[in-house]
């Protein structure tokens, strides 16, 4: 079965650079999450998308933005990055309206040295 | 918004004893409750899942509990094995439209052969 697809699977940054990490959803999903995961932590909500449309909104800094496009992809888009940027960043999908059981992708690792 | 507090933090356990992780919740609107296996540098799994409408889910050797009143959940695993050694978060959501899921800080389980 088709899982949820992340690219790039790593990325090495440097400080105040750029990145953009992408996400494909599993097939008839609507809804798109984007979770970071630090050394040890617990994934944190950053940001989710249902219907192109943004969601919920966590701890997604101002830095970073992201949308979700008309295939129901979604893009996270990072900005002047900092070294504590540094993590896993897990993208879910589910297939929405009251079945959001979220199904996680490999994950991009992120590094910014 | 959501809190959710996980114990314990670290266990270990003989092979075949039985495991319980319990997790709590502020939120009485959560109804959703699922239960994520992590391997490092994996992805969350989904490993069982429960919603406020159930006092008890049982998949082989793995259940969950809840308790709405107290907004408590527990994960039990029996017979535990090996390869039973993770990261196990518990979280709490709401099943609305990209209703983000809110995570505990994880246990990370042993078990000795």
């Given at each position: 079965a088709a899982g949820v697809i992340q690219s790039p699977r790593h990325l090495i940054k440097e400080k105040r650079e750029t990145a953009t990490l992408k996400c494909y959803p599993i097939p008839r999903h609507d809804t798109v999450y984007w979770y970071q995961q630090?050394?040890?932590?617990?994934?944190?909500?950053?940001?989710?998308?249902?219907?192109?449309?943004q969601s919920d909104k966590g701890s997604i800094p101002d830095r970073f933005s992201a949308q979700q496009f008309s295939d129901y992809h979604s893009e996270l888009n990072m900005s002047s990055l900092e070294l504590?940027?540094?993590?896993?960043?897990f993208c879910a999908s589910s297939p929405g309206v009251s079945k959001n059981i979220q199904?996680?992708?490999a994950g991009t690792r992120l590094s910014v040295l | 918004g959501e809190n959710v507090?996980?114990?314990?933090?670290?266990l270990s356990v003989q092979e075949g004893d039985s495991a319980v992780i319990k997790c709590t919740y502020?939120?009485?609107?959560?109804?959703?409750?699922?239960?994520?296996?992590?391997?490092?540098?994996k992805r969350p799994q989904l490993i069982i899942d429960i919603r406020s409408n159930v006092g008890e889910k049982k998949d082989q050797r793995i259940a969950v509990t809840l308790n709405k009143t107290a907004k408590h959940f527990s994960l039990h695993i029996t017979e535990t094995?090996?390869?039973?050694?993770?990261?196990?978060?518990?979280?709490?959501?709401?099943?609305?439209?990209?209703?983000?899921?809110?995570?505990g800080d994880g246990?990370?389980?042993t078990v000795k052969p």
């Open positions: 630090g050394p040890g932590q617990d994934p944190q909500f950053l940001i989710s998308f249902y219907e192109k449309m504590g940027d540094s993590a896993l960043y199904y996680f992708g | 507090e996980q114990h314990p933090s670290t502020s939120d009485s609107a959560s109804n959703y409750f699922p239960w994520y296996k992590q391997e490092l540098g094995q090996p390869e039973d050694s993770a990261v196990y978060f518990c979280a709490a959501s709401k099943l609305t439209n990209a209703g983000k899921s809110t995570f246990t990370t389980l």
